[in-house]
């Protein structure tokens, strides 16, 4: 139709606004130019997206435009690739791509975690004893960053350590200990919300909220006093693996 061919040889956005008929018109014309403007929307979206991928280019090499640009799994993976890509922009550029693709900021947080954790400890042989302190440390100050939002969350958190970082991470005395002080740090947050939970409902009147099943009591405490033993029993096989042989 001759109107659809218009809007589709429309040089600028604003020339084609210009030329979309009202709905009278569009009908008459056999929902040709219904079928332009939804093509074109499609178009303008592929175009946004081009724009996002040129910007996030150098800060991921491999990052595939077109594929990108077309595809929302894509996206997704885009998403989560820049939450392990090193640098505090990449990381940026992560939480703000999230909100677009529907992934939660919770989940960019717990990639970038799950990466941090997963590193192995890259020191040569004749490393200082400083030395490695001192790359332990980066990598404890960069969980750290992370950690408070991501308690918010605890049982949450709790699991996605257990099945995601924990397998990943290297055997090493040291990263072995910050995950059970994370583990840790998570019980005591469940502890602390189920205290909250319950003097709310006291302070009301009411039964707290059932909305999953109760745990068996005493459970979150038996959890935390097995952690304490792995956590010194890691402890104690680091200062013997640094230890000098008699």
């Known amino acids: 139709p001759t109107a659809a061919r218009r809007a589709l040889g429309a040089p600028t956005e604003a020339a084609l606004l210009a030329l979309v008929p009202p709905p009278i ?22 175009r946004a997206h081009l724009g996002v991928a040129a910007r996030l280019a150098p800060l ?27 640098g505090d922009a990449a990381l940026e550029a992560a939480f703000g791509l999230a909100e677009e693709v529907g992934v939660e900021v919770w989940e960019v947080r717990m990639a ?4 941090l954790l997963s590193q192995p400890e890259r020191l040569a042989a004749n490393a200082s004893l400083a030395a490695s302190v001192e790359a332990r440390e980066a990598t404890r100050a960069a969980v ?3 950690q408070p939002q991501l308690l918010l969350q605890p049982a949450r958190l709790s699991r996605a350590l257990a099945c995601q970082a924990w397998p990943a991470a290297p055997a090493s ?8 002080e ?65």
């Open 173 to 180: 005395a040291a990263r072995l200990q910050l995950l059970l």
């Open 25 to 46: 018109a569009e009908e008459a014309d056999g929902g040709g130019v219904a079928a332009a403007r939804e093509r074109l929307e499609a178009l303008l979206r592929v």
């Open 112 to 115: 970038r975690l799950t990466h």
């Open 144 to 146: 750290a960053h992370h």
């Open 182 to 246: 994370l583990l840790l740090d998570s019980e005591r947050r469940q502890r602390q919300q189920r205290k909250e939970s319950a003097a709310a409902a006291a302070a009301a009147g009411t039964a707290p909220a059932a909305s999953s099943p109760p745990r068996p009591a005493g459970l979150l405490d038996h959890n935390a006093t097995l952690l304490l033993a792995l956590r010194a029993a890691v402890r104690y096989l680091g200062l013997v693996s640094i230890a000098p042989a008699p």
């Open 60 to 86: 991921l090499p491999t990052l595939r435009v077109t594929r990108f640009a077309c595809d929302a799994a894509a996206r997704a993976e885009a998403t989560f690739a820049l939450a392990c890509a090193p």
